[in-house]
């Protein structure tokens, strides 16, 4: 089990590989050499621990190519995870395939970090019938894995239920940010709540809520710029999470050298929120709550199995251009790029729900899809 000392001395900033800078965006591909930049700048402000999935595209390979071969293996803490929906994945043989190949993606013999990816009632029976729980607990067994716990989307009902039922789990992943603290959809609070109630360590996802919070509404930029000049909009947010009692690490999806930058100076030397700093956090909070916007963080898990090829979560943004910042004719000029060539429209949505299925904020992405084409076609 992780014990107090080592969830102390953890560096607090983990580099979340899942939003990589890509080198050619139509073709998917990552930019290994500025990733490598990336690392080499996170390791050199003393911090350890990247985070990659099975389903991150290309994030377990440019984790080879750009940290594993560059740097001395017990110099970093390297993750995976193990999803029972990836594309392939039908059956117990088949996910517990995953560990291997994870291993050869990213070139090593074991992994730090071991997650059940994205738990939730819509999947936890294919956790437990495909005896996923003890399959993990056999690879710290043989030593290829160094610790395991698991990722989580859905109720704190639910996370209570898990953890009692699972208490050897050594940690858990959770969305938090303070967008979301106090979201009903999303409970962000509630589910932080019943991870401390259970002793376990908390590994932060979507601390700037998929980006968001780096360009926040207008009011609330705002706010922050006033009371802080030279902080970024997402300095707050991170450091809003990370100043939570029990956070092992606070995971962000950087894309290029200038948010590494941003990032490792204000997280390189980390100091909690101020008495004085939450309470400008709260007025930031009041403010979002009054702002109707859909609630997407650009993760993509509604994408891949869309049969008409709609790419979600831009029009998504393309619609919050007109609900945040009323700019209808941005709004629509997005629209038009995100539904060119190869890509479908909001109106062909055949209503087949699995977007809704997979989306961890519980959008309903169906109805979204019928506003956004009366209003942006």
């Not at 014990?3 to 560096?11: A, I, L, N, R, T």
């Not at 030279?230 to 809003?240: D, E, G, L, Q, Y």
């Not at 869309?306 to 000029?333: H, S, T, W």
Request: net charge negative; with cysteine; proline share 5%.
């Amino acid at each position: 089990m992780l014990d107090e000392s080592f969830v102390k001395g953890m560096p607090k900033l983990g580099f979340g590989l899942m939003r990589l800078p890509r080198a050619d965006k139509e073709k998917d591909i990552i930019d290994v050499d500025q990733t490598a930049q990336m690392a080499d700048l996170f390791f050199q402000s003393g911090l350890k621990y990247c985070d990659s999935a099975y389903v991150y595209p290309g994030s377990e390979e440019a984790a080879r190519e750009a940290i594993v071969k560059r740097h001395p293996r017990d110099s970093f803490y390297i993750t995976s995870k193990l999803n029972v929906n990836a594309k392939g994945v039908n059956d117990e043989a088949s996910a517990k395939a995953e560990f291997n190949e994870s291993l050869k993606r990213e070139g090593v013999d074991y992994i730090n970090f071991y997650l059940l990816h994205a738990l939730g009632k819509q999947n936890i029976q294919r956790f437990d019938d495909w005896h996923l729980w003890d399959y993990v607990k056999e690879l710290k067994e043989q030593g290829k894995i160094k610790h395991y716990g698991f990722s989580f989307h859905d109720t704190p009902e639910f996370l209570d239920e898990l953890l009692t039922k699972h208490p050897d789990a050594e940690f858990v992943q959770l969305q938090i940010n303070y967008a979301d603290w106090n979201n009903p959809a999303i409970r962000s609070r509630e589910c932080y709540e019943v991870a401390r109630k259970h002793g376990k360590p908390i590994i932060v996802m979507e601390p700037i809520k998929g980006g968001t919070l780096a360009n926040p509404p207008k009011p609330v930029a705002d706010l922050l710029k006033k009371e802080n000049p030279a902080a970024s909009c997402a300095s707050w947010a991170v450091r809003f999470v990370a100043s939570l009692p029990g956070i092992m690490v606070v995971l962000s999806g950087m894309s290029n050298v200038e948010q590494m930058q941003d990032n490792t100076s204000f997280m390189g030397d980390f100091k909690p929120l101020s008495a004085h700093e939450q309470e400008v956090i709260a007025q930031a909070q009041e403010i979002l709550a009054g702002i109707h916007q859909i609630p997407c963080t650009k993760c993509h898990y509604c994408t891949g199995g869309c049969p008409m090829k709609i790419n979600i979560p831009d029009l998504f943004a393309a619609m919050n251009m007109k609900l945040v910042y009323g700019n209808i004719e941005r709004a629509k000029q997005s629209y038009a790029r995100d539904t060119g060539e190869g890509h479908g429209r909001a109106s062909d949505c055949v209503q087949c729900g699995q977007c809704e299925m997979q989306c961890p904020q519980h959008i309903e992405i169906r109805s979204w899809l019928k506003q956004i084409a009366e209003t942006l076609e």
